[in-house]
């Protein structure tokens, strides 16, 4: 390894964002940004204070290819691990694999995701005909729910198929590792690469969920005293917010791969601590949704208004994760 790549990983190791690093250092995070990508070498001065806030030798920081050394206090680089086992590392070549895997994936479970929402909306869209015509309102809620079945169905199939691909990767959101040379700075090249097209379907798929409404309440409005027409409109909605959604998981599945082999942000060793708390109460907060949303809607038969429960819970779930981050770190 080079310079830039154990400065990267050390700082990794310890839970350090660039600018815990930049503080350290009492240097600025564009400095650190541009050691860890190998723009600019820092001077003797702050490789002796990296070498000692991290625990190794300068030889170990200076000598590319040099591997870690035991540091005064007989342990492994610096780490809350309990084990001085030594981390996994990621070679090029399974980083390309992971991130090729991914891309592939992308799409289909974004078409997973857009399935599971558009998946009431020929029900909801049906039995909006129900004041119309009794006998057809009741084979309408039929067929609607039919179709739904079968899309949640086919959306779980292709859940399934993604995940299986990636099995053997799935210690990348979990365990505490290291890159290989080169990869760092590949998996840069490609995220600086992707950075303009991340933005555009972000920004596309937040407006198109934000826009769904307008018809809804415009045409409610409009046709208040029809509900075939305000039904219509639920459905059209569902329509328009799956297409927004299905950009939104697409392009974050693709950056999301790159944030896990750099250990960024939701992956770094931090949150991945948190993460092991968190995560089994997260599927259980959702889980309990799902089972609330089904009930109310099967027992009122008022699809068109149950989607609700959707949107509070997701306002909800950001303060429901910070009450247990809170506890986690009350505790931990």
């Known amino acids: 390894m080079i310079l830039a790549d154990k400065i990267t990983n050390e700082r990794k190791k310890n839970g ?16 650190v940004s541009k050691w860890e990508s190998a723009q600019a070498v820092p001077d003797l001065q702050k490789i002796l204070k990296m070498a000692e806030i991290f625990g190794v030798s300068t030889d170990y920081l200076l000598k590319d290819e040099l591997e870690p050394e035991i540091n005064l206090d007989n342990s492994y680089f610096k780490s809350d691990d309990t084990n001085s086992s030594p981390l996994r590392s990621i070679s090029l070549q399974e980083a390309n694999e992971f991130l090729k895997i991914q891309e592939k994936n992308a799409p289909v479970t974004a078409l997973g ?49 993604s995940s299986a691909k990636l099995k053997k990767f799935e210690f990348l959101e979990k365990e505490i590792f290291e890159t290989a040379y080169g990869v760092t700075g590949m998996v840069k090249e490609k995220q600086n690469e992707n950075a303009e097209t991340h933005t555009r379907h972000l920004s596309l798929g937040i ?30 909605l569902l329509c328009i917010a799956s297409v927004g959604v299905n950009l939104i998981v697409r392009t974050s599945i693709i950056e999301g791969s790159y944030k896990k082999l750099l250990q960024e942000n939701d992956y770094s060793v931090k949150a991945k601590k948190e993460n ?9 907060y959702w889980l309990i ?44």
């Open 16 to 31: 350090w964002s660039q600018e815990d690093l930049a503080e350290k250092l009492s240097v600025s995070r564009q400095s």
């Open 207 to 236: 407006i198109l969920c934000i826009l769904s409404v307008i018809p809804l309440v415009s045409l409610s409005i409009l046709f208040e005293d029809k509900d075939y027409i305000a039904t219509a409109c639920v459905s059209l």
């Open 289 to 332: 949704i799902t089972a609330a949303y089904l009930a109310a809607s099967f027992i009122t038969n008022r699809w068109e208004i149950t989607w609700i429960i959707w949107p509070v819970s997701a306002v909800i779930y950001p303060v429901f994760i910070q009450i247990l981050k809170l506890i986690h770190k009350k505790n931990g």
């Open 113 to 161: 995701v857009s399935l599971c929402i558009i998946s009431p909306a020929v029900l909801i869209f049906l039995t909006g005909f129900e004041d119309l015509n009794e006998r057809f309102g009741v084979i309408g809620s039929a067929i609607g729910l039919v179709v739904l079945l079968v899309l949640v169905a086919i959306a779980v199939f292709l859940f399934m198929t």
């Open 276 to 284: 092991a708390f968190l995560s089994p109460l997260s599927s259980i």
